[in-house]
């Protein structure tokens, strides 16, 4: 899984083939971490294969804004792609096609060839998720499901360059809870496959639903300027950068720079919640991942989450979960 990259010198590095390709035929686990310094940038990288299965997530910062990239001769893949931060542009000289790579959106990739150009704003950090499934596992997975994933297999049996939908789609709290399991996974042996295995397929699952729901909506959206959409994702991230002192409603609108109803609009339109419902979700999702440390009491979460109190943390953690916290853990 490898690629060829060139910096301005024309100087070629090879990234990411750390695990060799029959290793995702393996009916075990293959893990590597490792870290990469080049000329044109750096990289931590965590790279997970087996059973046809290829995962590969990490940290990247680039020197220089434009890069060559080629990949030639690598297994047949279908890509579940996940920009978690950054943003940047990816050009196809084969296809003749761009593919957009923007925070906090996901979409899902066949691109059996690229020979092209790679542009990211540099000396800052990119973070990525990807899942990489054999070309026939996918097909088979996707069998028997709705007319747009059949149309996409088909081109994908064809070996045509491909994405499942024209534009992304943000990320949503299950989709990011589904990536947390995966990079926090703790299991080992047999149930490290299959805890992984499971994870992948529900993360497929989470995507191919969201295109499709996606696919089927009639009504024309009420936030069509790129500059609103700017704005509503980052109303999010507003929102979850001041998690323990959320703004109100009318504060948040006028930070971001729009009015309380295309706010309240597009936020429901982009993550299908309203603003105060997203973020009453991510702190329970958050809440559940803190959990999973020992060293952390109750109340220590619920402060740390904004809860006025233990008891109304309880409360809403029982509601969403249908368990307490001291369960849970």
């Known amino acids: 899984m490898a690629i060829s990259i060139y910096d301005k010198s024309n100087q070629r590095y090879v990234v990411g083939d750390m695990i060799d390709p029959s290793q995702m035929n393996l009916p075990l686990v293959t893990e590597r971490r490792e870290k990469f310094s080049f000329p044109f940038g750096d990289a931590e990288l965590v790279q997970i294969a087996f059973s046809g299965i290829f995962i590969i997530y990490g940290d990247v910062v680039v020197k220089e804004a434009r890069l060559r990239v080629k ?29 957009a790579i923007k925070a906090n959106q996901h979409n899902i990739l ?6 092209g150009i790679a542009q990211f704003s540099t000396d800052e950090s990119h973070k990525f ?4 499934f054999q070309r026939e596992k996918f097909v088979d997975l996707i069998s028997d499901s709705s007319t747009l994933l059949k149309t996409f297999g088909d081109n994908i049996m064809n070996n045509k360059s491909v994405e499942l939908s024209a534009e992304n789609l943000p990320i949503s709290l299950a989709m990011y809870s589904c990536i947390n399991d995966i990079m926090n996974c703790s299991f080992t042996g047999g149930l490290k496959l299959l805890f992984l295995q499971s994870k992948c397929v529900e993360l497929l699952a989470l995507q191919a639903q969201a295109f499709v729901i996606a696919d089927k909506k009639t009504e024309k959206p009420s936030i069509k300027s790129a500059y609103d959409k700017d704005r509503i994702h980052y109303a999010r991230e507003y929102l979850l950068q001041n998690v323990n002192h959320p703004p109100s409603l009318t504060e948040l609108a006028k930070i971001v720079g ?5 706010l309240k609009q597009g936020f429901k339109e982009t993550f299908n919640n309203t603003v105060f419902g997203y973020l009453s ?26 809860y006025s109190s ?20």
């Open 129 to 132: 998720f990807e899942v990489h």
């Open 281 to 306: 979700d991510y702190k329970l999702m958050k809440a559940k991942e803190l959990l999973a440390d020992s060293a952390m009491d109750i109340k220590t979460i619920a402060d740390e989450l904004g």
């Open 71 to 99: 990949s030639f001769d690598e297994p047949e893949l279908v890509e579940l792609h996940f920009s978690i931060k950054g943003d940047g542009v990816l050009e196809n000289f084969i296809t003749n096609k761009k593919i």
């Open 110 to 115: 066949y691109t059996p060839y690229f020979d």
């Open 258 to 262: 729009i009015n309380e109803f295309k």
């Open 310 to 329: 233990v008891q109304h943390f309880s409360n809403a953690f029982s509601k969403k979960f249908g368990v307490s916290p001291g369960k849970a853990r």
